[in-house]
């Protein structure tokens, strides 16, 4: 495969093979080309032609770039937007951040692809949140579906008031195009 805008690894970083799942490690020195660095991670091309995803926290030192923070809205600073945050509904929470996750393969949010079938909130903020996640894959042999429900966990968990998190993926009823939103057709040209 020939890597366009090839960059040589600067340090040795883990990732998982898309779309398998697999654990493999890219030894430093090896020629990688950034296909998108969305949400929490980078979905990167080798030069023999595989695809892998790492967490966005290993990559900027191993690629040797800085990859670029979304702007804070105007004139919010750090406590305004906690305490913002903290009044808001627990359900919003939850879908801002399953709308950070997305696709290794498609540079759509798992929102908006239609991959989240439903998320439920039990529990008191007193007693702590538990929210539980049904969530599917575009294709039933894709083998990311348990990395990316540890990210929904790890990310949910974050949340203020929420004790515990568990994502399942299903493929009942099987995920087809008509459950993407219009905004995902068209950001990928199916309109």
Do not use: H
């Amino acid at each position: 495969m020939k890597l366009t805008n090839a960059v040589k690894l600067k340090k040795s970083v883990s990732g998982w093979l898309v779309p398998a799942g697999v654990p493999v490690t890219l030894k430093r020195g090896a020629s990688v080309e950034i296909m998108q660095a969305l949400g929490d991670s980078i979905t990167l091309a080798t030069a023999d032609g595989r695809l892998v995803r790492i967490d966005a926290d290993y990559g900027p030192p191993a690629l040797g770039i800085k990859l670029a923070e979304p702007a804070p809205p105007a004139g919010a600073n750090s406590r305004s937007r906690i305490a913002a945050r903290a009044k808001r509904p627990i359900e919003e929470l939850v879908l801002e951040q399953l709308r950070t996750c997305y696709d290794p393969e498609i540079p759509v949010n798992i929102v908006e692809l239609g991959l989240i079938y439903e998320y439920k909130i039990t529990g008191t903020k007193k007693t702590g949140l538990k929210v539980a996640v049904t969530m599917t894959l575009t294709a039933v042999g894709c083998g990311m579906g348990e990395v990316i429900a540890r990210e929904i966990e790890a990310k949910i968990k974050r949340l203020p008031g929420v004790k515990s998190c568990t994502c399942t993926v299903t493929f009942d009823p099987p995920w087809d195009q008509s459950r993407m939103s219009e905004s995902a057709r068209l950001q990928l040209g199916l309109l």
